[in-house]
């Protein structure tokens, strides 16, 4: 899917009512199935970018172009199923306590299922890259931070979105769960999804291979070498 | 991209994960049921007994006589002389039947019953039904005698005391009107209530329409030589007519906790619901429509609402329709003894039930609705920000 900002510019309301100018006519188009990563300091709109990608936000001005059309535009309605095409991963996991491991994968592909079959091989083929089939009925508020990020990275993955937005994806990871979370990224870039991540962790480029390296500072995103 | 298609949402597997999403907070969900099956219970009981003694005194009344005539002195009723009784009152114009009874009050092993003459002109009625008329020292008894047996004996207490050998048990279908019934020979009942040969209790009279009982009522007095009591069958309905308003005004007593139970169980619901809009935030985050999240919201609550229901229905019905259930009838009419079993309209106890299952259902499931439905045309960012 190719993705593309125009001017896009957003702000955010303080608390004491004044505006706070987080992203200041960004332009960017993000190659269609490869991998994006932006970096940027805390604050900076890096998740904020991301959940403007994802349609969850409208922009101040400016717009969002996927394959040509102006996602950014669309009522909420539109924009929330055109969402089936784009895979979240949030910063904080955002899972459904009271579920399992399984089940909270399995939630973007629900409305859409034929019959209810929780053993889907896609399910099983994601959970047990990223190290997490043993923990298929384990109820998610049991497991550890890291292992609660890459259910969330599963379920970003579940129905092979042509969009990943991942923010700070391997957050929360050892080594091993990084190079777990990044390989499953990279072949999803290779597999023809745009995959956009936010992180702070300079390992990135070592374990990933990136077409688009940039940063967001000041709400200006520029391209780095 | 273009013109991405809208599919068909398909039903099963989202009422799968609507019971796997109510597993998640069993005992709330539980709950929520027993109160919703609880507030039936309390709405049902009432309409439906109500809907029940209706449907009774009716069976009841169509049968009655539409004036009864009783010998009145100033020391109460007396016998009246059966045949110079009838003939008098057929002389009245409009009067197609009159009837002496013999029947009166006396005393059995558990309280008074009413004990009433099966004369031969009975027979046929009386074959209709499946009995034989009982001969002399026999007695038939109605369901108030449940725990009789044929042959055992009645002892029976008014003017003098007589033993009858019990021959049958009246059907439950007689219900009010022959529960506590002792139908016996002529011979024996003037024998135990001591009216003499050629007497009776009162005279039954027929007219040719109800509607001309109550102009006919001073016609008929006139006729006797003796001062006489005439009733009609709107005197006997407005006796009903004081347990109807007793009924009534414990049915407005009871709507409404069951209104306020309503009402904070509907509160409650919709709270619960918008305590929970981040997670409809992140449904439609990760692809779910509005539509999918109010079916969710839809198969969710009907899944809590479609048990309660039954349940409380099914409640209800019984609490007022199994037999033997004694309360209503000691609540609404104070009877002691065993219980008359009530006519039952299915049809009429149906609507009702779905009447009170609407009124229950309609506002907490617009209630358990409404954070969905508000939160389906909302911004997926505004719902995820709650949950902050």
């Not at chain 1, 991942?166 to 769960?177: F, I, L, R, S, W």
């Not at chain 2, 007497?199 to 030589?225: I, K, N, Y």
């Amino acid at each position: 899917m190719r993705v593309e900002c125009k001017k896009l510019s957003f702000s955010r309301i303080l608390e004491e009512g004044s505006a706070s100018l987080l992203l200041d006519e960004v332009s960017v188009c993000f190659p269609d199935g490869g991998v994006s990563w932006i970096q940027g300091p805390n604050g900076c709109g890096k998740s904020t970018l991301m959940h403007l990608l994802a349609g969850l936000l409208r922009p101040v001005s400016g717009e969002i172009l996927a394959d040509g059309e102006p996602v950014s535009r669309w009522v909420s309605s539109h924009r929330d199923r055109w969402r089936r095409q784009v895979g979240i991963v949030f910063q904080q996991p955002r899972l459904f306590d009271g579920l399992s491991v399984t089940e909270n994968v399995l939630v973007p592909l629900v409305p859409r299922l034929k019959s209810f079959e929780p053993d889907l091989p896609r399910v099983s083929e994601l959970l047990d890259r990223l190290g997490l089939a043993s923990l298929a009925t384990r109820r998610v508020e049991r497991l550890s931070g890291g292992e609660r990020q890459r259910v969330g990275v599963a379920r970003a993955l579940v129905n092979r979105p042509g969009l990943i937005l991942a923010d700070e994806p391997t957050a929360h990871q050892d080594e091993e769960g990084k190079r777990l979370v990044l390989s499953l990224l990279e072949e999803a870039g290779k597999n023809g999804a745009t995959v956009v991540l936010t992180s702070h962790d300079g390992v990135i480029p070592e374990i990933l291979g990136v077409d688009l390296r940039l940063r967001l500072s000041d709400g200006r995103l520029e391209p780095l070498r | 991209m273009r013109g991405f298609r809208r599919e068909t949402p398909r039903i099963g597997p989202l009422w799968i994960w609507a019971m796997r999403d109510l597993q998640r907070k069993p005992f709330d969900a539980l709950l929520t049921g027993l109160c919703l099956a609880t507030v039936i219970v309390a709405a049902a009981v009432g309409p439906l007994f109500s809907q029940a003694f209706s449907n009774t005194v009716e069976r009841v009344l169509v049968d009655a006589p539409s004036l009864v005539v009783r010998k009145v002195s100033p020391g109460g009723w007396q016998p009246i002389e059966a045949a110079e009784a009838s003939k008098l009152a057929l002389g009245v114009p409009g009067v197609v039947e009159a009837r002496a009874r013999l029947w009166g009050n006396a005393a059995g092993p558990d309280g008074p019953v009413t004990l009433f003459a099966a004369d031969a002109s009975a027979r046929e009625e009386f074959a209709a039904l499946g009995y034989d008329l009982p001969s002399q020292g026999e007695a038939l008894v109605g369901p108030a005698f449940a725990d009789f047996r044929p042959g055992d004996g009645l002892t029976l207490v008014s003017a003098t005391t007589k033993i009858l050998q019990v021959k049958g048990i009246l059907s439950a279908d007689h219900a009010l009107s022959g529960h506590d019934l002792v139908l016996a020979h002529p011979a024996d009942v003037r024998a135990i209530l001591g009216v003499p040969e050629g007497m009776a209790s009162d005279l039954a009279v027929w007219v040719f329409h109800d509607g001309e009982a109550e102009a006919m009522r001073a016609d008929l007095a006139q006729a006797f030589p003796w001062p006489v009591r005439v009733t009609t069958k709107a005197d006997t309905l407005g006796r009903y007519a004081s347990v109807l308003e007793r009924r009534d005004g414990f049915h407005a007593w009871m709507l409404l906790p069951v209104v306020l139970a309503l009402a904070l169980l509907s509160i409650g619901t919709m709270r619960d619901q918008l305590r929970r809009r981040s997670e409809i935030g992140l449904l439609k985050a990760l692809g779910w429509s509005g539509g999918d999240v109010l079916r969710l919201h839809l198969a969710k609550s009907l899944l809590i609402l479609l048990p309660s229901c039954s349940i409380g229905a099914i409640m209800a019905y019984v609490l007022v329709f199994y037999p033997g259930i004694e309360w209503p009838g000691t609540w609404w009419f104070g009877w002691t003894s065993r219980p008359p079993a009530l006519s039952l309209d299915s049809q009429g106890a149906w609507l009702v039930l779905l009447e009170v299952a609407a009124f229950v259902a309609l506002p907490w499931l617009t209630a358990a609705l409404l954070p969905g439905l508000w939160a389906s045309t909302v911004d997926a960012e505004e719902l995820l920000h709650d949950s902050r």
